[in-house]
């Protein structure tokens, strides 16, 4: 069976493409392939994942500062921001004439995807999942969005856009990747991670929430949420549960999600 590498190595002859471009998508694509996935979705003890916050929470200021230039240029959030850097990509890709090839190259990242997804799909089925209320079609998985096999298609589609937007802009950016850091949290562990609207003791602001797989000894295996800045791990949700549902770990629940970019999103 062909390997993904000789399948990069082929698509990169087949457009011609220069020794500088075709060294940057390598190094791209290996760096994304390099993820371990079995690593990421493996539920670690509560007070094995807490010791990791104070990285995690330096991660997450750095990947804050990549796309707050961004936000702050054209006026919108954190998480639409995100998308400015992408289209840019696109558009120098189509000047440089490498546009074709990302479209092929976009295969073996959604391929990695897609594993990733498969291997979160695993891990629910070993973990706690919401109760899907009111008419379901358990067959074809819709009319609910907030069930456990959704929950694992959502990291597999954001996954997608992370590492396509990653390898783009090693490419086309003549300056520093603003992915970078986004690509140092999946490295770091994290499973998804999206910026959130929330609100807390009448401040409100936009914080990005990544989720880990742990076991908490009466919670049993969930995701947690963890906000930037907090120094410690506060909430958790079950796989399948909507994102505004946060659960406290201990006492109550004192942050709100009042919105994210996510077209699932329905807090009422």
Not at 129 to 144: A, E, H, P, Q
Request: hydrophobic content about 40%; charged content about 25%.
């Amino acid at each position: 069976m062909v390997n993904d590498m000789t399948i990069l190595h082929e698509i990169i002859a087949k457009h011609q493409i220069s020794k500088e471009s075709a060294s940057l998508m390598v190094q791209a694509f290996t760096r994304i392939d390099a993820i371990d996935e079995a690593k990421t979705f493996r539920y670690e003890p509560l007070e094995e994942f807490e010791n990791k916050i104070p990285h995690l929470n330096g991660l997450k200021e750095k990947a804050t500062k990549s796309f707050r230039p961004f936000a702050d240029k054209y006026d919108t959030s954190l998480c639409a921001a995100m998308g400015v850097p992408m289209m840019d990509a696109m558009k120098r890709s189509r000047q440089t004439g490498n546009y074709e090839v990302f479209h092929e190259l976009f295969g073996l990242t959604n391929a990695k995807a897609k594993r990733f997804g498969l291997a979160a799909l695993y891990s629910s089925i070993q973990g706690q999942k919401n109760k899907v209320l009111g008419v379901y079609n358990i067959v074809f998985d819709r009319d609910s969005p907030w069930t456990y096999r959704n929950e694992a298609e959502h990291m597999e589609e954001y996954a997608r856009y992370h590492f396509n937007s990653y390898m783009i802009n090693h490419v086309e950016c003549t300056e520093s990747n603003p992915f970078e850091p986004v690509m140092e949290l999946y490295e770091f562990g994290a499973a998804d991670f999206i910026f959130m609207q929330t609100e807390q003791d009448e401040i409100t602001k936009e914080r990005l929430a990544t989720f880990h797989t742990v076991n908490i000894a009466d919670k049993g295996n969930v995701i947690a949420v963890h906000m930037t800045g907090d120094e410690k791990l506060f909430y958790y949700r079950r796989w399948g549960e909507p994102y505004f549902a946060i659960n406290a770990i201990k006492g109550q629940v004192k942050l709100k999600v009042t919105g994210i970019a996510d077209q699932r999103f329905l807090a009422d």
